[in-house]
């Protein structure tokens, strides 16, 4: 499918709609009407302060949403209140009528309305099913169960051997884990597109029948419909500070970093004959290059003296260059890229689901998650919707957005980028936030297919997450720890985005945490401001100490953790990709006073800011609010900047 061009813009159209169902959200009337917000506080109060034996003076309300579940059509309203003696935060949520409700009946109630209604089908599969003939056959997700794995040599900092390690560990894992599915597809004559080798998901041809069949076996998790994915087309360098990180040494070398691509005209591939560019490989060298990967290339790598890429140290590039815009394909690109030893991934396309998450999603989260790799997502280019595309949904990843800076690198002036995705993905309590953050997409010069090798470029979110994946690049060329803590890599990120292009500093629609800046992020990790553990029911509180840190000046916190899927809790949706922690960020100055608190609901991540009124060590606390896994890979970094 080509991007279409109107009014000089290029714009990539929405192609998924086709079969999408669309699932009753409850309307903003029906939540608002029933309750008065006072009286519910102050019965919340009341309640948490029976229950928990607490003064109500002792305790705040530091958050409040209402968690709406869509099948079942319930809203419940529900607070976070601290404690500041203890710094525990608890939780309580309010039906309909103002009564005490459990939200954990509400979710299993909402999955068991999904089953009924879907099965194990996603519900554009399920409406499929209805209409196939006998004789049709449809590509599917098969997602399995996943496998137990004892995963606990390779937590901490893994070297390249353990990395290696882990990944052949998987590929057996995973082989043997799909093997009794492919037999059953076998005997029904289905066709095996591609089965995963680093994650619980078989590819396959199949008929209604096998649909049906497959849905009764107790190893398959859910079935989905595949979808396809386009290019999220349309003086970059010192707009991002990428040039002061250069000029300390740090250039991304020895870091290696794959381009995750879908054809835009003939090929995906990158054009290695570039002079500027190194010669890379590909995943299918048999197949055409692309002007849109070779420029996303060269953002990351090109090593022209002018135009140089973000991390234009890093050694060549591998092309995963899917041979069509199709799950399957893209999903057998980026394993090669993994088993090729890619650090960073990036991928600069999308499609448009409508806010719900997509099975890529939850295969990049699967990617992020268990083999510890750094995944970077271009937010979209919705013409009219402003809907992030999936896969920028997803949880683990880290979701670029563009802006635009006016051709110069004094920040003053810059604006976002009209067409970048910012609606944020569907989520029980409705605040996650998307992107995370954004770079440059506007007025870029990069590389190209053919002589003078380098183009003036459209527009858009794809040439924004390269300067991100780049940016990673060096972050990890500072510290190779950083190669296994992809929570950590987006923390630092997060943490180093203080470029406000609009809204809120801290935090805003289309924004993000805002613009990066490679050299702030680039002293998070350089100054040691960052940690990085697996952690357990019994670490919380989770106390850092932010020591040394001077007055007057704008200090930043973040912490980031992962989703597991897929996960077998009450799915929210009709994806099996829910969090199973909840954590939030409560922040004390050297006197032990509150001085931030960010305590979302159903983020990924926590974000913190403040301007110090005083030096000193101040400390930043992570709460466990819900823990329901065995254990998390949870990073907190930290900034200091000039408010
Ligand atoms: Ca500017
Ligand atoms: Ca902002
Ligand atoms: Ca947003
Ligand atoms: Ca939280």
Same mark, same amino acid.
């Given at each position: 499918m080509q991007p279409k061009k109107i009014g000089g813009l290029p714009v990539v159209l929405a192609i998924i709609l086709a079969g999408m169902i669309t699932v009753p959200v409850a309307s903003a009337q029906s939540i608002e009407q029933p309750f008065d917000l006072q009286t519910y506080r102050a019965e919340a109060l009341e309640h948490v302060s029976t229950r928990e034996g607490? +003064?109500?003076?002792?305790?705040?309300?530091i958050n409040e949403a209402f968690a709406t579940f869509p099948l079942t059509g319930r809203s419940l309203w529900g607070a976070k209140i601290l404690d500041e003696k203890s710094s525990a935060i608890y939780g309580i949520y309010l039906d309909e009528e103002g009564k005490v409700a459990d939200i954990d009946a509400v979710k299993e109630a909402e999955a068991a309305e999904k089953s009924k209604r879907y099965g194990k089908l996603d519900p554009e599969l399920a409406e499929r099913v209805a209409t196939m003939r006998s004789d049709e056959k449809v590509v599917v997700w098969i997602w399995l169960t996943e496998p137990s794995t004892?995963? &606990?040599?390779? #937590?901490?900092n893994l070297s390249e051997e353990q990395h290696q390690e882990l990944l052949s560990l998987q590929r057996a894992t995973y082989a043997a884990h799909e093997a009794p599915v492919i037999d059953f597809l076998k005997t029904q004559d289905s066709t095996v597109v591609y089965a995963c080798q680093y994650a619980p998901v078989v590819f396959a041809e199949v008929s209604r029948e096998t649909i049906q069949d497959l849905s009764k076996?107790?190893?398959?998790v859910s079935l989905d419909i595949t979808r396809s994915y386009e290019p999220a087309l349309n003086s970059a360098a010192p707009t991002v500070k990428a040039n002061v990180v250069w000029g300390r040494g740090?250039?991304?070398?020895?870091i290696k970093v794959a381009i995750v691509e879908v054809p835009l005209g003939s090929g995906s591939g990158i #054009?290695?004959?570039?002079?500027?560019?190194?010669d890379g490989s590909s995943y299918r060298p048999d197949l055409p290059v692309s002007g849109h990967a070779t420029q996303v290339a060269g953002i990351v790598a090109?090593?022209?003296?002018?135009?140089?890429?973000?991390?234009?140290?890093?050694p060549a590039l591998l092309s !995963?260059? !899917? +041979?069509? *815009?199709d799950d399957t394909d893209i999903v057998a690109a980026t394993e090669w890229a993994i088993t090729q030893g890619a650090k960073v991934i990036s991928c600069s396309f999308g499609g448009e689901t409508g806010s719900s998450l997509g099975d890529m999603d939850q295969y990049l989260d699967h990617v992020v998650w268990s083999n510890h790799l750094t995944v970077v997502v271009a937010a979209g280019n919705p013409p009219n919707s402003g809907n992030v595309w999936c896969p920028g949904l997803a949880y683990n990843v880290i979701t670029v957005g563009a802006f635009d800076?006016?051709?110069?690198? !004094?920040?003053?002036g810059d604006t976002m980028w009209q067409y970048s995705g910012y609606n944020d993905p569907e989520s029980p309590h409705g605040d996650r936030e998307k992107p995370e953050v954004v770079a440059v997409g506007c007025g870029i010069t990069s590389t190209s297919?053919? &002589?003078?090798?380098?183009v003036s470029c459209a527009s858009g979110t794809s040439l924004a997450a390269p300067a991100v994946s780049g940016e990673a690049a060096l972050l990890m060329h500072r510290q190779s720890q950083l190669t296994s803590w992809p929570e950590a890599v987006k923390a630092a990120i997060m943490a180093g !985005?203080?470029?406000?292009?609009?809204?809120?500093?801290?935090?805003?629609?289309?924004?993000g945490a805002g613009g990066i800046d490679c050299s702030i992020a680039d002293d998070t990790i350089a100054n040691n401001r960052w940690w990085a553990n697996t952690v357990?029911?019994?670490?919380?509180?989770k106390t850092y100490v932010l020591s040394g840190i001077p007055a007057g000046k704008k200090v930043r916190v973040v912490a980031a953790w992962d989703s597991h899927p897929?996960?077998?809790?009450? +799915?929210?949706?009709?994806?099996?990709? +829910?969090?199973?922690s909840d954590f939030d960020l409560i922040i004390y100055d050297?006197?032990? *006073?509150?001085v931030e608190v960010s305590s979302s609901y159903d983020n990924n991540y926590e974000i913190g800011q403040f301007e110090t009124e005083m030096s000193g060590n101040y400390q930043a606390r992570v709460v466990k609010y819900r823990f329901e896994g065995a254990s998390e890979r949870l990073a907190l970094a930290y900034s200091i900047s000039d408010p």
């Open positions: 607490i +003064p109500v003076g002792e305790l705040t309300i004892d995963r &606990s040599r390779f #937590q901490g076996r107790s190893d398959v740090k250039t991304g070398t020895g #054009q290695f004959s570039n002079p500027y560019l190194l090109s090593t022209h003296s002018t135009y140089k890429g973000i991390s234009y140290g890093v !995963a260059n !899917a +041979p069509s *815009e800076d006016r051709d110069s690198s !004094a920040w003053t297919t053919a &002589s003078p090798w380098l !985005a203080v470029h406000n292009i609009e809204g809120a500093s801290r935090l805003s629609d289309r924004d357990t029911y019994g670490d919380f509180p897929p996960d077998l809790h009450p +799915p929210y949706g009709t994806i099996n990709d +829910p969090l199973q050297p006197n032990g *006073e509150q």
